[in-house]
C-alpha cells in the first residue's frame, strides 16, 4: 500500500510539474521619452509563444515552459531587447522594461525637436510611425500620410510629383510650423512650405508627430496650426542594409537602397539611403524625374561628447498642372486633363516643369556636462537651386494654338522663325528661386531637481533669397527683346539663359532666444515659455534702380545725367532712384504660453495649454509694388489660443478629445487700388479670422492581430469684421484711394472644416497584414482673397462650398523569408471605387460651381513593391 501511495504521488507531482505554467507580464516603455511602446512583440527565444503590447505598452502571456529561458522584445526602430529569466510556476512580473532606438543620436535629436510625450506634455499629437508610412504612402505624396490626422486636410493640388499641401485646423503652410530633426524648413521668406524639396523623406523617415494648435516647440516658428515634426533616420547602430523595388500605376517606378556599418570599435558608425523614382505621372504632362540621398555620420567619443553629420538632399524635375479650369472643361476632358503642355517637334513639352534641389547639412553636437546638464547644439546650411518655368511675352494657348486640344508649340515656333530680326514674340521663362541659409540652434537643459526642468537657448539664421527670370527656350527664335531693366535706357537683347523681367534678393535675419520652465511630480506635469525673436528685411533691386556705380557715373556728369531724365521720365532722380538696396527693417517678435497634463489615474488625463504671440509680417507684406518700397503700416500678426482635451487610457481602447480656439488677428493682406502712376499696393490691418473646433480621435484592439482607428474633426472657421472706409495713401500721404472689405462671417476656403476618418488593419496570421481606411470630407469652401471682397452687393455671400466627398483606401504587407533574408511585400491601392471629386477651388465671380476654378483629385492608383533586408 505505501508503495502504491507513492507511485500516485509521484505520479501527480510529474503531472503537475507538466502542467504547471509561468504567467510572464511587463511594461516596455521607451528608454528615453519613457513613452508606452505600442504593438511590440514579445515572445521567447525560439519558440511561438508570446503576446503584443496593448495600448499601454502592457503585454502578459502564459508558458508551460519552465527553468531558464531568454525573453525577446523587438519593435520597428528599437534594438532588439533580451533578458534571461527563471520560469518556475507562478506569475513573473518584470516591470519596466527600456527599449534603446536603433538609431545613434536619436533619442537626442528628439530632444532637440520637442517631441510631444503622450499623457505628459500638455498638446493634441498625433503619431505617425515609419511602418505606417511604408504600408500606407504607396504613390501619394509624403503630405498625404497625415490625411486621417484630426484638423488635417491634404491634396495633390494640380497633381504633379511633390506639389502637394497640407492643411491644419484650417491654416496653410504660412502658418504650420515643419521641423525636420528640430530644424525648421519653413521659407524664411513667405513662410511656405515645397514639399517637391523634400520628396524623398518618406525615404528616410523614423517618426513623423504632428503637434495641433500652438504645439510643444519652443522657438518662435510659424505653428499657428500646429507642426510637423519629421524625425529622419540617423546613424543604425545595426550593421546592414535593405534594397526595395516598387511599381505603380502610369509607369510608377521606384528603387532604394540603405547601407550601415552598425557602429565600429572606433565610435565611428555610417548609414547611407539612396533612392530614384520615375514616372509619367497620373494627370496629362507631369512626367517626372526624382532622386534622394541621406547620409549620416556618428561619433561617439566618450560619455560626455556625441557628433552626428547628416546631409539629405532630393534633386528633381516635374511636369506641372498649375492652370485651374472650369468644371465643365473637366467634364468635357476627363479629370487627367492638363493645359499647360503639348508637344514640340515629336516630343513632349512643358510650358510649366518644376525642378529643384535643396540639400541641407547638418552637425549637431551632444554635450553631457554633468548628470544634471546636458547641452545640445545643432548647426546647419542648405544651399537650394531650381525654379519653375511658364510663359514669357504673349502667351499662346488658346484654342488657335491648340491641336487635339494641346498647345501646338510647332505653330508658336513657326512664327517666332519668321518674326526674324525682330525676335521671339511669345518664350518660355523660368522663375529661379535660389537660396542660401545658415543657421544654428542651441539648447542647454538642467534638471533642478526630481521636480522642475529649466530649458533656454538661441535660435539664429540668415537667408539670402535670390529671384530672378531667364529664358529658358526661345521657342524657335534667335533672342527675346526686353525692356525690364532699368539700368539702360535700351530694349535688352535676351538670349537663352539671359536675366529678364526682374532680378532682387531678399535678406533675412533672425535671431530668437526661448526660456522653458518645467515641473513634473506624480501626475501633474506642467511648463510655461517664453521666445523673444528680432527678424531683420533687406531687399536688393538689381532691374528697378540705378546701380551705386552708375548713379556716381551720372551724379559727376549732369549732361548725361538730364538724358536718363528725360528718357525714364523721372522728375526727381535723386528722390525716384534711391539706389538697389533697401534699408534694414526689423520687427520684433514674442511669445509666451504653458499648459498643465494631470493623469487622474492610469486610464484618464486631462490637460489645457493657452498661448499668446506677436510675429513679425512676411517679406511680401514688407515691400510693396514689387519695388523697394517699405510698408510703413505693417504690423506683426497676433494670435490667442486656447486648447482643452482629455485623454482615455486602457489594456484595449485609447481615445482623446480635445477643443480648441484660435483668434488671429491683424492678417496681413495686400491691397492694390488705382492704375499707372496712381496705382497703390497697401497692406490693410484689422483682418482677422477666427478657428475653433473640436476633435475627437480612437484605437482599438479587440482582438490579437486586429486594431481598429478612428477620428473625427469638426471645425467652425470664419472670418470676423468687415473693414469699412480705409483709406489708401501714396508714398507722399496723398489719399488714393477708399476701400471696402467684406468679409464678416465669410467661411475660411481651402480647407474641409469637417473630416471623419475610420480604418482598420488584421494580421491574419504571421507576417500578413490587410488593411482598410475611409476619409470623408466636407464643408469645405473655395479659396477666395479677402481683399476682393470689395462690393456691398457680396456682403454676407458665402464662396462656394465643393460638394462633399469620401474615399476608401486598401493596403496589404506580408513578411516572410526569402532565404536568409527578411523580406516584406507591399501592395497599395487607393480610391478603390474610383470616386470623382473637386479637391481644390478658386472662388469666382458668381461664388457657384459654374465660375469657380478647380482640381479634381486622383482616381484610382495603385502601387506594389518588395523590400529585402540583409
Known amino acids: 500500500m505505501r508503495k502504491f501511495l507513492l507511485s500516485i504521488f509521484m505520479l501527480f507531482a510529474i503531472t503537475a510539474g507538466a502542467w504547471a505554467q509561468t504567467v510572464i507580464k511587463g511594461h516596455v516603455v521607451d528608454a528615453e521619452t519613457q513613452e508606452d511602446v505600442l504593438g511590440a512583440n514579445v515572445f521567447l527565444k525560439g519558440t511561438s509563444e508570446g503576446a503584443i503590447t496593448d495600448l499601454n505598452g502592457k503585454f502578459s502571456f502564459k508558458t508551460s515552459k519552465s527553468g531558464s529561458a531568454i525573453l525577446v522584445i523587438s519593435f520597428i526602430g528599437f534594438e532588439d531587447f533580451e533578458k534571461s529569466i527563471q520560469l518556475n510556476g507562478g506569475t513573473l512580473d518584470l516591470g519596466a522594461l527600456n527599449l534603446t532606438g536603433a538609431d545613434q543620436m536619436l533619442n537626442e535629436v528628439e530632444v532637440i525637436a520637442d517631441i510631444a510625450v503622450d499623457r505628459k506634455t500638455p498638446v493634441a499629437i498625433s503619431n505617425i510611425k515609419p511602418e505606417a508610412i511604408e504600408e500606407k504612402l504607396g504613390t501619394q505624396e509624403f503630405p498625404e500620410v497625415l490625411k486621417s490626422t484630426p484638423g488635417v486636410y491634404a491634396t495633390k493640388q494640380g497633381g504633379g510629383y511633390g506639389d502637394a499641401r497640407v492643411n491644419i485646423r484650417g491654416f496653410d503652410s504660412d502658418n504650420v510650423g515643419v521641423l525636420i530633426n528640430g530644424v525648421p524648413i519653413n521659407d524664411m521668406e513667405s513662410g511656405q512650405v515645397y514639399w517637391s524639396n523634400w520628396a524623398g523623406l518618406s525615404d528616410v523617415t523614423r517618426s513623423m508627430q504632428v503637434q495641433r494648435g500652438l504645439g510643444a516647440s519652443k522657438l518662435a516658428i510659424s505653428s499657428i496650426g500646429g507642426t510637423i515634426n519629421i524625425i529622419?533616420?540617423?546613424?543604425?547602430?545595426?550593421?546592414?542594409?535593405?534594397?526595395?523595388?516598387?511599381?505603380?500605376?502610369?509607369?510608377?517606378?521606384?528603387?532604394?537602397?540603405?547601407?550601415?556599418?552598425?557602429?565600429?570599435?572606433?565610435?565611428?558608425?555610417?548609414?547611407?539611403?539612396?533612392?530614384?523614382?520615375?514616372?509619367?505621372?497620373?494627370?496629362d504632362g507631369t512626367a517626372f524625374d526624382a532622386w534622394s540621398y541621406f547620409l549620416a555620420v556618428s561619433k561617439t567619443f566618450n560619455d560626455n561628447h556625441e557628433l552626428v553629420f547628416t546631409v539629405f538632399g532630393a534633386p528633381q524635375e516635374h511636369g506641372q498642372r498649375s492652370t485651374r479650369k472650369g468644371i465643365e472643361y473637366f467634364e468635357a476632358n476627363g479629370i487627367k486633363e492638363n493645359f499647360d503642355w503639348g508637344y514640340k517637334a515629336g516630343q513632349e513639352f512643358n510650358v510649366r516643369k518644376n525642378y529643384y534641389h535643396k540639400p541641407q547639412a547638418t552637425l549637431n553636437h551632444y554635450w553631457t556636462i554633468s548628470d544634471?546638464?546636458?547641452?545640445?547644439?545643432?548647426v546647419y546650411a542648405s544651399r537650394g537651386t531650381g525654379g519653375g518655368s511658364g510663359w514669357y511675352g504673349t502667351q499662346k494657348d488658346g484654342n488657335d494654338y491648340r491641336r487635339s486640344g494641346l498647345i501646338d508649340f510647332d505653330k508658336i515656333v513657326d512664327e517666332n522663325v519668321a518674326a526674324g530680326k525682330n525676335g521671339s514674340e511669345t518664350i518660355i521663362r523660368n522663375s529661379v528661386n535660389n537660396h542660401t541659409w545658415f543657421g544654428a540652434l542651441s539648447s542647454l537643459t538642467h534638471e533642478a531637481n526630481d521636480v522642475w526642468t529649466f530649458n533656454g537657448g538661441l535660435d539664429a539664421r540668415y537667408y539670402i533669397g535670390q529671384h530672378y527670370r531667364e529664358v529658358r527656350d526661345l521657342l524657335g527664335g534667335d533672342f527675346y527683346v526686353d525692356d525690364k531693366e532699368f539700368n539702360t535706357m535700351k530694349n535688352t537683347v535676351a538670349r537663352e539663359g539671359d536675366k529678364v523681367n526682374?532680378?532682387?534678393?531678399?535678406?533675412?535675419?533672425?535671431?530668437?532666444?526661448?526660456?522653458?520652465?518645467?515641473?513634473?511630480?506624480?501626475?501633474?506635469?506642467?511648463?510655461?515659455?517664453?521666445?523673444?525673436?528680432?527678424?531683420?528685411?533687406?531687399?536688393?533691386?538689381?532691374?528697378?534702380?540705378?546701380?551705386?556705380?552708375?548713379?556716381?557715373?551720372?551724379?559727376?556728369?549732369?549732361?548725361?545725367?538730364?538724358?536718363?531724365?528725360?528718357?525714364?521720365?523721372?522728375?526727381?532722380?535723386?528722390?525716384?532712384?534711391?539706389?538697389?538696396?533697401?534699408?534694414?527693417?526689423?520687427?520684433?517678435?514674442?511669445?509666451?504660453?504653458?499648459?498643465?497634463?494631470?493623469n487622474i489615474n492610469d486610464s484618464h488625463n486631462v490637460f489645457a495649454n493657452v498661448g499668446y504671440f506677436s510675429r513679425a509680417?512676411?517679406?511680401?507684406?514688407?515691400?510693396?509694388?514689387?519695388?523697394?518700397?517699405?510698408?510703413?503700416?505693417?504690423?506683426?500678426?497676433?494670435?490667442?489660443?486656447?486648447?482643452?482635451?482629455?485623454?482615455?487610457?486602457?489594456?484595449?481602447?485609447?481615445?482623446?478629445?480635445?477643443?480648441?480656439?484660435?483668434?488671429?488677428?491683424?492678417?496681413?493682406?495686400?491691397?492694390?487700388?488705382?492704375?499707372?502712376?496712381?496705382?497703390?499696393?497697401?497692406?490693410?490691418?484689422?483682418?482677422?479670422?477666427?478657428?475653433?473646433?473640436?476633435?475627437?480621435?480612437?484605437l482599438a484592439k479587440p482582438a490579437r492581430g486586429l486594431e481598429i482607428r478612428g477620428m473625427a474633426s469638426f471645425g467652425d472657421w470664419t472670418w470676423q469684421d468687415d473693414l469699412t472706409e480705409v483709406g489708401l495713401f501714396d508714398q507722399d500721404q496723398n489719399l488714393v484711394d477708399v476701400v471696402n472689405i467684406y468679409i464678416a462671417d465669410l467661411?475660411?476656403?481651402?480647407?474641409?472644416?469637417?473630416?471623419?476618418?475610420?480604418?482598420?488593419?488584421?494580421?491574419?496570421?504571421?507576417?500578413f497584414k490587410v488593411g482598410m481606411d475611409y476619409n470623408y470630407y466636407d464643408n469645405l469652401y473655395a479659396k477666395f482673397d479677402p481683399a476682393d471682397r470689395g462690393s456691398e452687393a457680396e456682403k454676407g455671400v458665402q464662396a462656394w462650398e465643393l460638394p462633399e466627398y469620401g474615399l476608401f483606401d486598401a493596403n496589404v504587407r506580408y513578411k516572410f523569408k526569402l532565404g536568409?533574408?527578411?523580406?516584406?511585400?507591399?501592395?497599395?491601392?487607393?480610391?478603390?471605387?474610383?470616386?470623382?471629386?473637386?479637391?481644390?477651388a478658386e472662388d469666382g465671380t458668381g461664388h457657384d460651381w459654374q465660375s469657380a476654378n478647380v482640381y479634381y483629385g486622383f482616381g484610382r492608383t495603385w502601387s506594389m513593391g518588395l523590400k529585402v533586408k540583409f
Open 747 to 767: 467661411k475660411v476656403g481651402d480647407a474641409a472644416q469637417t473630416t471623419l476618418a475610420l480604418g482598420a488593419d488584421y494580421e491574419i496570421f504571421e507576417g
Open 820 to 840: 536568409q533574408f527578411d523580406a516584406t511585400l507591399y501592395g497599395k491601392l487607393n480610391n478603390i471605387f474610383d470616386e470623382e471629386y473637386v479637391s481644390d
Open 617 to 698: 509680417p512676411f517679406f511680401r507684406s514688407v515691400f510693396l509694388n514689387y519695388k523697394n518700397d517699405v510698408n510703413e503700416d505693417a504690423e506683426n500678426e497676433k494670435v490667442f489660443s486656447l486648447e482643452l482635451g482629455y485623454g482615455f487610457r486602457s489594456e484595449y481602447f485609447s481615445a482623446n478629445i480635445n477643443a480648441y480656439r484660435t483668434l488671429w488677428k491683424d492678417k496681413s493682406v495686400v491691397k492694390t487700388s488705382g492704375a499707372g502712376e496712381q496705382q497703390v499696393v497697401a497692406n490693410l490691418t484689422g483682418v482677422n479670422a477666427l478657428h475653433q473646433g473640436i476633435e475627437v480621435d480612437f
Open 502 to 598: 526682374y532680378h532682387n534678393d531678399g535678406h533675412v535675419g533672425w535671431l530668437g532666444t526661448f526660456f522653458q520652465a518645467e515641473y513634473s511630480k506624480n501626475n501633474l506635469s506642467a511648463f510655461a515659455s517664453a521666445t523673444l525673436s528680432g527678424t531683420w528685411y533687406k531687399r536688393v533691386d538689381y532691374f528697378n534702380y540705378f546701380s551705386d556705380g552708375l548713379i556716381s557715373e551720372l551724379n559727376s556728369n549732369p549732361e548725361k545725367k538730364q538724358t536718363y531724365i528725360d528718357a525714364l521720365g523721372q522728375p526727381d532722380f535723386d528722390q525716384g532712384m534711391k539706389g538697389q538696396e533697401s534699408d534694414w527693417v526689423d520687427f520684433l517678435g514674442y511669445g509666451i504660453k504653458g499648459g498643465a497634463n494631470y
Open 372 to 378: 544634471k546638464t546636458d547641452l545640445a547644439t545643432s
Open 232 to 283: 529622419t533616420k540617423s546613424s543604425d547602430m545595426r550593421k546592414g542594409g535593405s534594397f526595395g523595388a516598387w511599381i505603380g500605376n502610369d509607369g510608377y517606378s521606384k528603387q532604394a537602397l540603405t547601407l550601415s556599418t552598425g557602429m565600429m570599435d572606433n565610435g565611428y558608425s555610417v548609414t547611407f539611403s539612396g533612392s530614384k523614382t520615375t514616372g509619367d505621372g497620373y494627370v
